[in-house]
């Protein structure tokens, strides 16, 4: 179990337009590990994010879920992006939805769950983050940190594989940001698979088991927590996180 | 007589024959003779309310018509063995009605133009008219025996009729911009923005009687206008090569010229006089409640059904035009030709007048396919079709307008495409887009006034026809006025109250001590 790859990127490639996004990415994620990309804004961690449950085709390369590319034409795209879910930096909950229906319907039209099923998960998840007094607010009557702890609560009651995370806390009040990164970690230490893009190098450093540092659209370098944070080989890495680091460690 | 070219329902048409469509007429061959008239040019032919002086009941209606053109119809009906059905239509529709086997005559106080004998043919003339000039009876005009006498004058007269021509024989008159009917005249001529128009005796005859401020003037001999006998002439209009046209004329040799003075006499004393009592507006109300109701109720109707089966219509086309395009060629090739055919549906509807709309789908089909529509399925189908296009690009904008990170979330639960638009996506464009579709329902209560073009007997055709008998044109349409602004209004309300709904609560309650799932395990005999 401890080396199941459970994705796998190989020479992926994005572009938009003449601009090169990524180029030749080549990445594992093992089952139960804690994936932290790092990197200064517009070096392509959220572009490889989202290349990854195909919210952005990638132009070339390859994507595989488990042994299977995730590519290919036949692929059961929906399957796959239930068990892979994201939660966003701009939190998209449904405006439409209250909190608990946010949770809930996902899991009806989705996983074909039984309304009454869906509620017991969405409510034991909403726990979970805490916001369980707020089922009946709609999103537009909650603080950005409510919101991204319902984020997580709807992606984690569809029973995902790997969840990934798009700077969640980029968004907040600095004041909120410690909720929903207390949230994180107590996922994280459930043994879920986790991919998370994100500028708190504090929490980064403390939970993950895997870090990448992106620069101008390549893996500049990649390590155990330990490998980057204390002992960057990389000039370009030691340049990013001395910048990062100057204010202290949160 | 009247001279319309009804040129908007005529383009229609000539748009329809590009089509090449064979034309054929549907001509049931049934027992009864169908007139057409608009029931509202008295004394030739008006609307009441009950089947008194020898009134025949209006098809599809629990009105009546009277008036000379009913006296002469009922004759013509008679030698040719048949029943008489008197079809209320307007004036504008009057021809095309004819031409599509709607109708089978036109007995409305029309002249056999040339230009008339082009499309339709005539009978033998059934009456003589002369031109008069009706002014105010203390007006500076109300002394004028000659054509001279009305130098400096402001005249006018109905549009595309030889009345307003014949003003050019007035010299130094102020040829006063051509009015659309003879309502809009005597409204004029009463505020004083003009001095007088032009009209035919008869008409005179009626407005003097039912108006006593104004005055009718003859002219004699040469001090009048002078008057080619195909205007003055009224004749019965029919299809070309009717095979009835030799019977009808002989039924009509058969009615001696005192006779028909008669007739006219009679009718102009018969004709629907305003009760003047008391209160006005309760005086119309009592007499002409019955029409008002029905007209509101068919407003309402149509612009309900249009609203709502537009609104699906336009929720549709929009859902479609906002399907990604993606996947295989096949599928991105036949999306863009449903795109094409959707732009052009909204393009050919949004960019004509549904009055243009109303003519072709109503005559035209009946003139090219020998559909026979029942005029109020045919608003209904025309007001939903007109307003789908306008809602169908809010619906799009309304998608277009929620935000992108809506969709993403959904899809990255893995939701298909119907399922986002139809979770998510549609329930926030619906709700964004509701001020828009509150502004088109209430713009199609207003905009059905245009299909008394087809005769649908809504509020504003009852209005004119009621303003048509008692002459009471501003307290008429004062009425009017105040039945639409109170059914805008109420409308507005409503939908106002469904949007408030839509936005669900104001306040949330809390849930933390009630027991949802996990009760805290501090304490487990809760």
Known sequence: MENEKIITVAHLEKTFGDHQVLKDINLEVNRGEVLSIIGASGSGKSTLLRCINLLEQPTSGDIKFHDQSILTSDFDMTDYRAKVGMVFQSFNLFNNLNVLQNCVIGQTTVLKRDPEAAKKVALEQLDKVGMSPYVNAKPAQLSGGQKQRVGIARAVSMNPEVLLFDEPTSALDPEMVDDVLDSMRALAHTGLTMILVTHEMAFARDISDHVVFMDQGVIAEEGSAQEIFTNPQKERTQTFLKRYLQGGMR | MKQHRNFLVWLGLLFLALLAIPTQTSQAADNTFKVGMEAGYPPFNWTQTDSSNGAVQIQGSSSYAGGYDVQMAKKVAQSLGKK??????????????LTSGKIDAIIAGMSPTPERRRTIDFSDTYYKSQLVIIVRKNGKYADATKLSDFKGAKLTGQLNTYHYTALNQIKGVIKEPAMKDFPSMR???ESGTIDGYVSEKPEGIS???????????????????????????????????????????????????????????KAVEQQPQSKSSGNWVIALLKQYGGMLASGTGITLLISMVGTIVGFIIGLLVGIVRTIPRSGSKARRGLLRVVDWLLSVYIEVFRGTP?????????????????????????????????????????????????????????????MTHLQTMNKIILPQAIRNSLPAVTNEFVINIKDTSVLSVISVSELFFQGSTIAGQNFQFFHTYLIISAIYLILTFTIT??????????????????????????????????
């Open chain 2, 187 to 189: 409204v004029a001529l």
């Open chain 2, 207 to 265: 407005v003097t009687r039912a108006n006593p401020n104004v005055k009718m003037l003859e002219f004699k001999g040469n001090n009048g206008f002078h008057t080619n006998p195909a205007d003055t002439d009224l004749a019965i209009g029919l299809r070309k090569n009717d095979p009835n046209k030799a019977k009808i004329n002989a039924a009509l040799a058969k009615i001696t010229p005192q006779e028909r003075d008669q007739i006219m006499t």
């Open chain 2, 493 to 526: 309300r409503i939908l106002r109250a469904i949007e408030k709904h839509m936005a669900g609560p104001q306040n949330y309650n809390l849930m933390a001590n009630q027991d949802q799932v996990s009760v805290p395990k501090n304490n487990p005999e809760v």
């Open chain 2, 354 to 414: 549904m009055i243009v709309q109303a003519a072709v789908v109503y005559y035209g089909a009946a003139q090219a396919f020998g559909w026979n529509m029942n005029r109020l399925a045919a608003a209904l189908v025309i007001v939903s079709v007109n307003t789908g296009a306008y809602l169908a690009e809010i619906m799009r904008g309304g998608i277009i307008a929620v935000d992108a990170g809506q969709f993403e979330a959904a899809h990255a639960l893995g």
């Open chain 2, 84 to 97: 008489l059905v008197v079809v209320k239509t307007s004036w504008d529709g009057l021809a095309p009605a």
